[in-house]
């Protein structure tokens, strides 16, 4: 089992940046992709971004290219997501993943262990 926490939500103004962390316990860290999706009410989980294991690699969204960026603390077992230039659209509940698989994973199926969520509100 893995266990995941996400912190670092809050309110923000359009414009700002924030960042998220997502820190694990339980099985070993770097065995895992780790992932960032998020949820607004009344919509369907989307993918965010991911990391791989080494922290080398990176996968995004097409969206949110250039504004979000996602990295990894293997010392730390901390995943971050940086988010800047935050627009009221990006308010959402936001969900740390990780996967097993080996690739970095867009699709929620891929994904086995998943935090509760913060909660991200952007103000225009």
């Known amino acids: 089992q893995v266990q995941l926490v996400e912190s670092g939500g809050g309110l923000a103004q359009a414009g700002g940046s924030l960042r998220l962390s997502c820190a694990a316990s339980?099985?070993?860290?770097?065995?895992?992709?780790m992932g960032w999706f998020r949820q607004a009410p009344g919509k369907e989980r989307e993918f965010v971004g991911a990391?791989?294991?080494?922290?080398?690699?990176?996968s995004y969204a097409d969206s949110l290219k250039g504004r979000f960026t996602v990295s990894r603390d293997n010392a730390k077992n901390t995943v971050y997501l940086q988010m800047n230039s935050l627009k009221p659209e990006d308010t959402a509940v936001y969900y740390c993943?990780?996967?097993?698989?080996?690739?970095?994973?867009?699709?929620?199926?891929?994904?086995?262990?998943w935090g509760q969520g913060t909660q991200v509100t952007v103000s225009s």
């Open positions: 993943a990780a996967s097993s698989v080996y690739n970095l994973p867009g699709q929620v199926i891929y994904y086995d262990y």
């Open positions: 339980g099985r070993t860290f770097s065995n895992y992709v």
């Open positions: 990391v791989s294991r080494s922290g080398g690699g990176t």
